[in-house]
């Protein structure tokens, strides 16, 4: 089965329950676009992220249409796991914490990579 953005945004979800449950929380899930990039190649994906009236918001999730279809499922679905904790950690502390050791202790947790 190939990748669409419906496809994504059911992954992200899953994941949304997969973090409450392991933390504990009731985080919900997210409306932000998520867009598939036919020309990304310099990166696999990222989230989109800017600072509003000091408050950093999320913008957009992008994934590379050539990292959808060259990947297998487990490694595009730690992926998008690892950009929904970014966004996720930006909620919390309003600002994008790179891949630190808050971000390493949560990928740990929840088994995922955290580069
Ligand atoms: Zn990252």
């Known amino acids: 089965m190939s990748w669409t953005v419906e496809r994504i945004r059911e ?5 949304v329950d997969v973090f409450n449950k392991t ?3 009731e985080v919900g899930y997210t409306s932000l676009p998520i867009y598939i990039d036919k020309r990304l190649v310099r990166c696999d994906g990222y989230l989109k992220h800017r600072k509003v009236c ?3 918001v999320g913008m ?7 990292f959808l279809v060259n990947n297998t499922d ?3 679905i730690e992926k998008i796991r690892h950009e929904y904790l970014h966004y996720l950690m ?3 502390y309003n600002k994008h914490i790179g891949h630190n050791d808050i971000f390493e202790m949560h990928c740990r947790k929840l088994g ?4």
């Open 11 to 15: 992954e992200m979800n899953k994941f």
């Open 23 to 25: 933390f504990e929380c």
């Open 54 to 56: 000091n408050i950093t």
């Open 60 to 66: 957009m999730f992008t994934f590379g249409e050539s």
């Open 74 to 76: 487990s490694i595009i």
């Open 90 to 92: 930006i909620l919390k």
């Open 112 to 115: 995922i990579v955290c580069t």
